[in-house]
Nanobody
Framework: QVQLVESGGGLVQPGGSLRLSCAAS????????MAWYRQAPGKQRELVAS???????NYVDSVKGRFTISRDNAKNTVYLQMNSLKPEDTAVYYC??????WGQGTQVTVSS
């Protein structure tokens, strides 16, 4: 079993920044691959960024150059640094670990 607890969401103005955190516990194997997804109202959940235990990363095109995923293996924590936020980034952001483990989600709202 894997438990994922997200934090760091909130309301921010366009152009602002937020950092999301995902603290993980449980199966170390599942933590080899972790990711952030998001789901906006009326839309499907989409992969935003992923990272392996070796530090290999991948991003959806819409966030490249603005978001950075990172991890601290000693703390079993994954981060998503979000800069230059846009209204279209508004969504519930979910942490994911290999094996279909999900966090509870954290709301990010970008609005003036």
């Amino acid at each position: 079993q894997v438990q994922l607890v997200e934090s760091g969401g909130g309301l921010v103005q366009p152009g602002g920044s937020l950092r999301l955190s995902c603290a993980a516990s449980g199966s170390i194997f599942s933590l080899n691959y972790m990711a952030w997804y998001r789901q906006a109202p009326g839309k499907q959940r989409e992969l935003v960024a992923s990272i392996t235990s070796a530090g290999n990363t991948n991003y959806v095109d819409s966030v490249k150059g603005r978001f950075t995923i990172s991890r601290d293996n000693a703390k079993n924590t994954v981060y998503l640094q979000m800069n230059s936020l846009k209204p279209e980034d508004t969504a519930v952001y979910y942490c994911y670990a290999f094996g279909a483990y999900w966090g509870q989600g954290t709301q990010v709202t970008v609005s003036s």
